[in-house]
DNA sequence: GGCCAGGACACCA
DNA sequence: TGGTGTCATGGC
């Protein structure tokens, strides 16, 4: 079995840093992980251009939104009507949790937090935990679909494993770091969305020790 | 025109 | 606990 360490070393000699989350601010990336749920950070940026640009990327600017209004502004980003609610709701627990400030939100216990998190409508274990990592700076590991896809792939875990338990899975083969967790996770995305294809010898995942020579290798090659 | 994209939830067995 | 349907836009 790959340590995840050697895969983490492997993306990034392939991919380089990838400097995540791309948000001004840790309520843009708390929108944007609500925002980004099944669907393409393309889409995404302009649905949060939409809501800068209308002076509402903020707690209080997105409670007080009709959600009619509100789902006009995040159209593109597809479940336009699911996701207004959802901004709603995480908008409400912000205001009522921490009088809207972010910081005195993630002040205390992150483990508790991730729970009450999950309590919130619209927000699944991955939404929370990217809020936790990338807005929150907690080491709070965060799974995708790619994840599991490549981990699978590589002979890791099987591909039916949960959320919950992928998570655990990375957690206890890596150090509780911040920059670590926040890399990988977004090794991992970068890796899954352009390059990750079944080894044409192997058939494992291009990062399995057979193919690992060719990662210095140009992305066309 | 079909498929996929940085999921979550309700409902059912 | 796990499987399935639903939510929906935009790029390729």
Known sequence: ?????????????RHGPRHWWPAENPFEVCAGAILTQNTNWGNVEKALANLKAAGRLSPEGISSLPPDQLAALIRSAGYFNAKARSLQEFAGFLLQTAQGDLARLFAGDWQLLRQQLLSVRGIGPETADSMLLYAGQQPSFVVDAYTRRIFSRLGLVDPTISYELLRTFCMERLPPEVPLYNEFHALLVEHGKQHCRPCPRCGDCCLADCCAFSLSAPLSA
Do not use: C, D, S, W
Not at 1 to 13: D, G
């Open 1 to 13: 079995m790959i340590p995840l360490v050697t895969i983490f070393e492997r993306l990034q000699a």
